[in-house]
């Protein structure tokens, strides 16, 4: 006999709904908390700034926003009513969790158990953040929510892939053992401003180096593929899972696919650089294609990507402009 979900407390009449992002001062972390903010909502939002920056969350001057500089792997208590948990709190760039590999575990972890545990204390919804690396290399493609994937336990990415995936274990065991109202979102690769110049991924790395005039590193020959979504299309992908009723996993992401070759070229071309494009080998375990089927997302909830993808990286372009004079 199937488990019955408990019931999330309704919020009051008398206050506005409270929402936690773990990881808020993040990438995706800190436009959720503008959003939610911009929704009427009361945010908390809790990171330790080992990935994410005040940078992100500096230009908030609202009331209804406290920031909480802690460790969720350790514990998390708050006061009052929460009726909504966000858990973005991991590494999410090759170069950070090939440098912190046991903060991205514990984080997948320990760090879920903890907010899984706050939205059971607290009787709020709980959306994970997993990723589309659950997939590993992927042998279906494009990728839907019945596959299993393709992953190497104890490959170099291996510490973030399998964090995921048992994240997403726990939230499916929380959600039958205990009750708690979960939602499981599957995001592909996402961009936009408040990513780092150096964050490594592809977009942020093409977009520095050719913005410096420096070559534009392609890794193997770029023929490998990748999805790309704008930040403002996943962030409202993220609220509507939020606020279905599907508990997912729900990909999320642009379908459109292009190599990064192509893309390293499109960026060299809305930047107006002269930089060439050099490659360097394939990193171990690279994924050769990526990209999410969202018949899910677009059946239930009626999302789909809006930002097409020359409006969306000159908005990001503009953004990186700034931060390399800003120095």
Same mark, same amino acid.
């Given at each position: 006999?199937?488990?019955?979900?408990?019931?999330?407390?309704?919020?009051?009449?008398?206050?506005?709904?409270?929402?936690?992002?773990?990881?808020?001062?993040?990438?995706?972390?800190?436009?959720?908390?503008?959003?939610?903010?911009?929704?009427?909502?009361? *945010?908390?939002?809790?990171?330790?700034?080992?990935?994410?920056?005040?940078?992100?969350?500096?230009?908030?001057?609202?009331?209804?926003?406290?920031?909480?500089?802690?460790? $969720?792997?350790?514990?998390?208590?708050? %006061?009052?009513?929460?009726?909504?948990?966000? &858990?973005?709190?991991?590494?999410?760039?090759?170069?950070?969790? @090939?440098?912190?590999?046991?903060?991205?575990? +514990? *984080?997948?972890?320990?760090?879920?158990? +903890?907010?899984?545990?706050?939205? +059971?204390?607290?009787?709020?919804?709980?959306?994970?953040?997993?990723?589309?690396?659950?997939?590993?290399?992927?042998?279906? &493609?494009?990728?839907?929510?019945?596959?299993?994937?393709?992953?190497?336990?104890?490959?170099?990415?291996?510490?973030?892939? %399998?964090?995921?995936?048992?994240?997403?274990?726990?939230?499916?065991?929380?959600?039958?053992?205990?009750?708690?109202?979960?939602?499981?979102?599957?995001?592909?690769?996402?961009?936009?401003?408040?990513?780092? @110049?150096?964050?490594?991924?592809?977009?942020?790395?093409?977009?520095?180096?050719?913005?410096?005039?420096?070559?534009?590193? $392609?890794?193997?020959?770029?023929?490998?593929?990748?999805?790309?979504?704008?930040?403002?299309?996943? $962030?409202?992908?993220? &609220?509507?899972?939020?606020?279905?009723?599907? !508990?997912?996993?729900?990909?999320?992401?642009?379908?459109?696919?292009?190599?990064?070759?192509?893309?390293?070229?499109?960026?060299?071309?809305?930047?107006?650089?002269?930089?060439?494009?050099?490659?360097? !080998? /394939?990193?171990?375990?690279?994924? +050769?294609?990526?990209? !999410?089927?969202?018949?899910?997302?677009?059946?239930?909830?009626?999302?789909?990507?809006?930002?097409? /993808?020359?409006?969306?990286?000159?908005?990001? $372009?503009?953004?990186?402009?700034?931060?390399?004079?800003?120095?």
């Amino acid at each position: 006999m199937p488990t019955k979900v408990a019931r999330r407390r309704t919020p009051r009449s008398t206050r506005r709904p409270r929402i936690v992002i773990t990881g808020g001062a993040g990438f995706i972390g800190s436009h959720l908390s503008d959003h939610f903010l911009g929704q009427g909502f009361d *945010v908390v939002c809790v990171d330790n700034l080992l990935t994410g920056s005040t940078d992100n969350i500096a230009h908030i001057r609202s009331p209804r926003f406290q920031f909480i500089d802690l460790d $969720v792997t350790t514990y998390i208590y708050l %006061e009052g009513p929460v009726d909504y948990i966000l &858990h973005f709190a991991s590494p999410a760039s090759p170069i950070d969790y @090939l440098k912190l590999p046991i903060q991205t575990l +514990k *984080v997948g972890s320990l760090g879920t158990h +903890k907010a899984l545990g706050l939205a +059971k204390s607290k009787g709020a919804r709980f959306l994970l953040a997993s990723t589309s690396e659950v997939y590993g290399d992927p042998l279906v &493609h494009p990728q839907k929510e019945s596959y299993w994937g393709n992953v190497n336990p104890v490959g170099p990415r291996g510490v973030y892939d %399998e964090a995921k995936r048992f994240a997403e274990a726990m939230t499916v065991g929380y959600r039958n053992a205990e009750g708690v109202d979960t939602r499981i979102a599957r995001i592909f690769n996402t961009y936009g401003p408040r990513m780092r @110049l150096n964050d490594g991924r592809a977009i942020p790395a093409f977009m520095s180096q050719a913005l410096q005039g420096k070559p534009v590193t $392609v890794f193997g020959d770029g023929s490998q593929t990748r999805s790309f979504c704008y930040i403002d299309d996943m $962030v409202r992908g993220i &609220h509507a899972l939020l606020m279905g009723d599907h !508990p997912g996993p729900m990909n999320l992401g642009n379908p459109r696919e292009m190599s990064l070759l192509d893309m390293a070229r499109t960026v060299i071309r809305l930047t107006g650089s002269k930089s060439r494009i050099v490659h360097r !080998p /394939l990193p171990t375990d690279d994924p +050769k294609v990526r990209q !999410p089927d969202i018949s899910l997302a677009r059946r239930v909830t009626g999302w789909a990507p809006r930002v097409g /993808l020359d409006a969306g990286l000159r908005r990001t $372009v503009r953004y990186f402009r700034s931060r390399l004079r800003k120095g």
